[in-house]
Nanobody, 123 residues
Framework: QVQLVESGGGSVQAGGSLTLSCAAS????????MGWFRQAPGKEREGVAA???????NYADSVKGRFTISRDTTKNTLYLQMNSLKPEDTAMYYC?????????????????WGQGTQVTVSS
């Protein structure tokens, strides 16, 4: 079973940057789609960014131009570079993975999930 472990969360002031990392337990990236999700207290989980096996990326409108998803297959690691952070970006961030494709009926679907890393942005 694939295991995903996130790191890199923390507290930052508005306008700051953070880079999240997601380490996978095995080599999966050649055929996997990967994604980042977030969930704020009292809100539903939402997809933030995703990347497919051809490195095509997809972003939620709320983070376009500010967040960048990428991966390093030599390190089995997925990244989320977050710039110009806003207080509304405060949430628990989760890494997810599964065989491609990941979009079904307009929603993003993944079977494997990490435990999450907290991001807090203060104004």
């Amino acid at each position: 079973q694939v295991q995903l472990v996130e790191s890199g969360g923390g507290s930052v002031q508005a306008g700051g940057s953070l880079t999240l990392s997601c380490a996978a337990s095995e080599y999966i990236y050649s055929s996997y789609c990967m994604g980042w999700f977030r969930q704020a207290p009292g809100k539903e989980r939402e997809g933030v960014a995703a990347i497919d096996s051809e490195d095509t990326t997809n972003y939620a409108d709320s983070v376009k131009g500010r967040f960048t998803i990428s991966r390093d297959t030599t390190k089995n690691t997925l990244y989320l570079q977050m710039n110009s952070l806003k207080p509304e970006d405060t949430a628990m961030y989760y890494c997810a993975g599964d065989f491609c494709p990941y979009e079904y009926g307009g929603s993003w679907n993944f079977d494997y999930w990490g435990q999450g890393t907290q991001v807090t942005v203060s104004s």
